[in-house]
């Protein structure tokens, strides 16, 4: 696959915690609580927005590649999409932003990129269902569970929708201004929260509590960061370190890197399953708000 390290050990969480909810799965498939197969197709999903994201799903090119702008001078990753390579371009060139801001927006523009990839998985998904659900020859052989099923999906587009047009707007904004120094989050996927969480069924007293959870989610997603730079040191002089022969001081850096790699994969597992489940409090919330 040629990952780098940084993905390989990002790829490692992924497939943990979607190993976790596989057999969370098989516990309630067994006591018969999957009937209508909502959670299994939403693992299914979940399985092809991993193998896309790394490459593995047979197609070339649609790996997003975690090559940085600023780190090595070039743009190795696209964004697919005509309107975010106009912005991203006119933000590399208007000078508004040092060279740490641009690799922060950077990230930015990946996250959404990676949200509007999921988006259209998710579509495809309910295109097929409702293909499935039109073709049936007997209207009485039709299942209101199945119209449940339909509907879910289609809250779940809702809310993704939301997310990315809120996401773009956000983009085209700071692209054209700058940072705000007085932002109050400035990790991609916490703005996203922050700004659905807004839009939920949350009292002040709620939304006071979860933005405070934000907060340390951040701090959290801060130190993962950390440690995928250091991961990323540790693998650069590793590979550097294996010309020279120095048997002793290879040995020494292999450790380091080992303990680095287990950091930066029971971090990644960590942030990653805090943000499903912030996710899916705010998706909660903003489900009240439909009823």
Do not use: C
Not at 201 to 225: D, G, P, V, Y
Not at 229 to 254: A, P
Request: a negative charge; hydrophobic letters at 30%; charged letters at 40%.
């Amino acid at each position: 696959l040629h990952l780098s390290a940084v993905k390989l050990a990002e790829l490692h969480s992924d497939l943990k915690i979607q190993e976790k909810d596989e057999l969370s799965w098989k516990k309630l498939k067994a006591e018969g609580l999957d009937e209508d197969g909502e959670k299994e197709a939403k693992l299914r999903r979940n399985l092809n927005v991993i193998m896309t994201k790394y490459g593995m799903n047979g197609k070339k090119d649609s790996q997003l590649v975690d090559t940085n702008y600023i780190k090595d001078g070039t743009e190795s990753d696209t964004l697919d999409d005509p309107r975010l390579e106009k912005l991203w371009s006119k933000a590399k060139s208007s000078g508004k932003f040092s060279d740490e801001e641009l690799d922060k927006l950077w990230r930015e523009f990946k996250h959404h990129k990676e949200k509007i990839h999921e988006y259209n998985i998710l579509l495809e998904t309910v295109s097929r269902t409702e293909d499935i659900h039109k073709n049936v020859i007997n209207p009485s052989e039709e299942n209101p569970v199945k119209e449940e099923i339909l509907h879910n999906k289609h809250r779940e587009l809702k809310d993704k929708l939301r997310s990315i047009n809120q996401g773009f707007e956000r983009l085209r904004k700071v692209s054209h201004q700058g940072y705000d120094s007085t932002s109050e989050f400035e990790e991609p996927r916490v703005i996203d929260l922050w700004d659905m969480a807004k839009s939920a069924n949350f009292t002040e007293k709620e939304l006071e509590s979860f933005r405070e959870e934000l907060k340390h989610f951040e701090a959290k997603i801060e130190k993962h960061h950390h440690y995928q730079k250091q991961l990323e040191i540790s693998h650069q002089k590793l590979k550097h370190i294996e010309g020279t022969g120095d048997k002793d001081h290879l040995n020494r850096n292999k450790e380091k890197y080992a303990m680095l790699e287990e950091k930066t994969k029971e971090l990644g597992y960590k942030v990653k399953k805090h943000l499903q489940d912030l996710s899916s409090r705010i998706s909660q919330g903003l489900q009240h708000n439909e009823l």
